[in-house]
């Protein structure tokens, strides 16, 4: 998620209509083919994090890296190299942190949240974003752009009326999801945004947020580390959960006085 803005996305006005979208879920992902890449066991990562490298974007190649604890990030090295960090970035129901700052901000901005209104724009937004230059190049953000097709990876947006102002995206496996990036227009949006995606997500039966890798501005928002071992361990429980999350358009207002529980 540290990992970290394009044109506007869709106008709320379309987004917003319909009382049906209330109700609405994500739609369960698409049966995969298995990969013709095999991956070493994430447990002999390098002191890097590094499980090796090659292989391809495709699908079914990502989704078992995800299913496995592995995700790939682009180095610009000619051979695509996969990680899977120790420790590992977290972030639980029960660790989560909203600031006064933020709380305040939930409860005066008027934003509205989504998921999966905007997948092109979010991800566009966090390509383009980075003053340090980006890993998600052209082929990741096609490759995560069909893996949204097919119901594998989602975003949520933060809405201002009809400006896009924050949002995330990433995948999802079972009762795990794991931020890939995420973006800021307006002040504290993405902490917004995740937020949000974790009180839509334990709702539906999510168990924890995968953050990937620890920074400072994730130590504020409640992550925290665990060892590789018991990251894979508790992966191999959750990755066959069916967990779909509410899509509809949702106040923030909600999140400033909701308290996340865990399943």
């Avoid at 369960?28 to 994430?42: D, I, Q, V």
């Avoid at 604890?69 to 899977?84: M, T």
């Amino acid at each position: 998620m540290s990992r970290q803005p394009r044109g506007d996305g869709p106008r709320a006005g379309s987004i917003l209509a319909g009382e049906g979208q209330h109700n609405q879920r994500t739609r369960p992902p698409a049966r995969l083919l298995r990969s013709g890449w095999a991956f070493p066991s994430p447990a002999l990562g390098d002191e890097d994090g590094i499980v090796g490298t090659g292989a391809d974007l495709e699908p079914s190649t990502l989704v078992q890296a995800y299913r496995q604890g592995i995700f790939p990030w682009p180095h610009g090295w000619p051979s695509l190299p996969w990680f899977s960090p120790d420790p590992r970035a977290v972030i639980r129901p029960d660790t989560l942190h909203r600031s006064r700052s933020l709380r305040r901000t939930m409860r005066r901005s008027g934003w509205t949240t989504t998921v999966d209104a905007a997948f092109s724009d979010v991800i566009g937004n966090c390509a383009s974003g980075r003053h340090d230059g980006t890993w998600i190049t052209p082929d990741m953000q096609t490759a995560y752009t069909r893996l949204h097709g097919l119901g594998w990876a989602h975003s949520i947006e933060v809405w201002e009326a009809d400006t896009l102002v924050g949002g995330l995206y990433g995948v999802q496996v079972g009762a795990v999801f794991t931020g890939e990036s995420m973006f800021s227009r307006a002040p504290s949006a993405s902490k917004v945004a995740m937020c949000d995606l974790l009180d839509r997500f334990v709702e539906a039966g999510g168990h924890v947020l995968d953050v990937q890798l620890m920074t400072d501005h994730l130590a504020t928002m409640g992550a925290m580390a665990i060892p590789r071992t018991s990251w894979l361990r508790q992966l191999q429980g959750l990755v066959d959960k069916d967990v779909r999350m509410l899509v509809g358009p949702l106040p923030v207002t909600r999140l400033a006085r909701a308290t996340v529980e865990a399943v």
